[in-house]
């Protein structure tokens, strides 16, 4: 079985589904037996879910006119 | 490429570039950290893909196009300024953001401890720690985690294999986790750390 350093590597790449069937399968089979490292991949999916909630940032207004009036001059040429 | 078949159909610029105005601000606020910065460079990247006439416009996917352009202005800028920039050295690979959380026990009277860390960061605090990180693997990191894109697709949009992004995203989580300890630290948003 490997071991916990080897699996918190593979925790994102697990998330991404970038990992052969292979190294998913000792993946799993370490989670099965390891709360740690089911409290690792937990972290992982947070921080994950932090970052792309950062996707939806809005503009704002007086930065959102500048650029559009910006992209209208661009289009008047 | 991004030739479009039916490009003949003329489409006003701003129809086409300003439902994406928010994503390339926000985006380049995630790369170069400065509004100001960030905003010049959203000027920068409309200039270009204005440029590129009506022929080179992909219709079908315009976001991927535009970020292709961002992320190329985004480079030439920093060729000018910091020509001599190579890749920073993880000081310890093994720095591990759970581990250290659960060993320090940073926020008083926290039953879900490691959530309570990420809460602590905003919008503004996050842009502040992605900056600590190497701009290739920040890059990657923005493009996989906050947009989603795929690892071949950053291949494709910063020109380079899909292999080193993957490299470029190990190394970018291990130092984005470093970025995220050490600014809690400093700015005094943990126990027994002077508020700043």
């Not at chain 1, 490997?2 to 370490?30: M, T, V």
């Not at chain 2, 600590?132 to 947009?147: F, N």
């Not at chain 2, 992004?165 to 630290?185: I, N």
């Amino acid at each position: 079985m490997i071991a916990c350093r080897e699996a918190a590597e593979r925790l994102w790449s697990y998330l991404d589904r970038n990992i052969d069937q292979a190294q998913e399968d000792e993946l799993e089979q370490h989670l099965g037996l390891c709360r740690h490292c089911c409290g690792e991949l937990e972290f992982a999916k947070q921080v994950r879910n932090k970052l792309s909630a950062s996707a939806d940032t809005p503009l704002a207004p007086t930065a959102r006119a500048r650029l559009q009036k910006f992209v209208q001059r661009l289009g008047e040429r | 490429m991004y030739v479009h078949a039916a490009a003949e159909t003329a489409e006003p610029f701003a129809t086409l570039v300003e439902p994406h105005l928010d994503y390339l601000y926000a985006f380049a606020r995630k790369l170069c950290g400065e509004r100001t910065v960030a905003e010049d460079l959203v000027q920068d990247t409309l200039v270009r893909a204005f440029r590129a006439g009506d022929s080179l416009r992909n219709r079908e996917r315009p976001r991927y196009w535009l970020t292709k352009i961002l992320l190329s202005a985004s480079a030439d800028r920093r060729r000018k300024e910091a020509p001599h920039e190579h890749d920073v050295p993880l000081e310890d690979e093994r720095f591990s953001l759970f581990d250290t959380l659960a060993e320090e026990d940073p926020l008083p009277y926290s039953d879900r401890l490691h959530l309570d860390f990420l809460d602590l960061f905003d919008d503004d605090s996050l842009t502040a720690s992605l900056q600590q990180i190497h701009v290739a693997h920040r890059t990657a990191l923005v493009l996989a985690y906050v947009y989603g894109y795929k690892a071949r697709e950053i291949a494709e949009l910063t020109g380079t294999t899909t292999g080193t992004v993957l490299a470029r995203l190990y190394r970018g989580r291990k130092q984005l986790e470093k970025a995220l300890w050490e600014y809690a630290k400093q700015r005094g948003l943990l126990k027994g750390e002077p508020r700043r």
